[in-house]
């Protein structure tokens, strides 16, 4: 499943600033919290990829449990 999102700027003095936004709906299957800790990682292929720095103990369960299966 995707959702498309575009890139903005804030452009400063001295400075530019990039932001992307995630949709309420990503975010709510995510269950991402406020202020909570991710990291991006750019992958060989070009990719950029939002890697949560500690994971939550279910979403872990489910990945185990689906690589069971």
Known sequence: MGFRTKVQVIQRKESRQFYINFPSACTQMMGFR???V?????TDDGDLLLKRTKRK?????????????
């Open 57 to 69: 103990r279910g979403a872990q369960a489910a990945r185990e449990q689906a690589q069971t299966k």
């Open 38 to 42: 991710v990291e991006w990682v750019l």
């Open 34 to 36: 406020k202020g909570e």
